[in-house]
């Protein structure tokens, strides 16, 4: 950024940090009381600065270098993600707590399975002041899971209904008929 003044330096830290909103980062760095359009239009005419559009690619740059190293790193992948979600979203409470003779017994982590141990977000132990242990086993949201499941799977979206209708109307010789308020010859 050794090119840049102090106000056109704040302008891109504020543009690369909010979600590259010119109008919102030109008003946090130069003036905050302009109107929508001013801040709009003096964002853009700072962004078609070559040296501005320089250090901001240069930053897109470096932090997509980022991003990858930590996928790399943690092997965050679209199946990765998917995986987690469906462990947490069919997850089965029975595979980390039992309950026999009326009490509830808490698994061993050792012998637990992946699928289980990776859907648990939380234990923990509280003792009272006589002495008895509670332990408390959270689980990830399966809500949450399963909605974004069904959001990457597409299910989330209504099916098309079939509609003989439209095959009618393709069909018919005279379609304008139905704008002119009359009904198909078969109708």
């Not at 930590?70 to 980390?96: H, P, S």
């Amino acid at each position: 950024m050794a090119d840049l003044t102090p106000k056109q330096r704040r302008f891109v830290e504020v543009y690369l940090s909010n979600g590259e909103n010119a109008a919102a980062a030109y008003r946090a760095a130069y003036r905050g009381d302009c109107t929508d359009t001013t801040a709009r239009a003096c964002g853009y005419r700072l962004l078609k600065k070559a040296h501005i559009v320089h250090l901001i690619d240069e930053a897109r740059t470096k932090a997509r270098k980022r991003t990858d190293k930590i996928m790399d790193r943690y092997a965050i992948t679209k199946e990765n993600v998917l995986r987690e979600f469906a462990r947490i979203g069919f997850a089965d409470v029975t595979d980390v707590v039992s309950i026999e003779d009326g009490q509830v017994h808490v698994k061993e982590t050792d012998d637990l399975s992946e699928d289980a141990r990776r859907a648990i977000s939380e234990i923990s132990e509280t003792i009272n002041e006589r002495g008895d242990r509670t332990i408390k086993v959270k689980s990830h949201s399966k809500i949450n899971a399963l909605v974004q499941l069904a959001k990457h799977l597409g299910l989330d979206k209504p099916e098309p209904q079939h509609d003989d209708a439209i095959e009618r109307m393709a069909d018919d010789p005279d379609p304008e008929r139905i704008d002119r308020g009359e009904d198909s010859p078969g109708g």
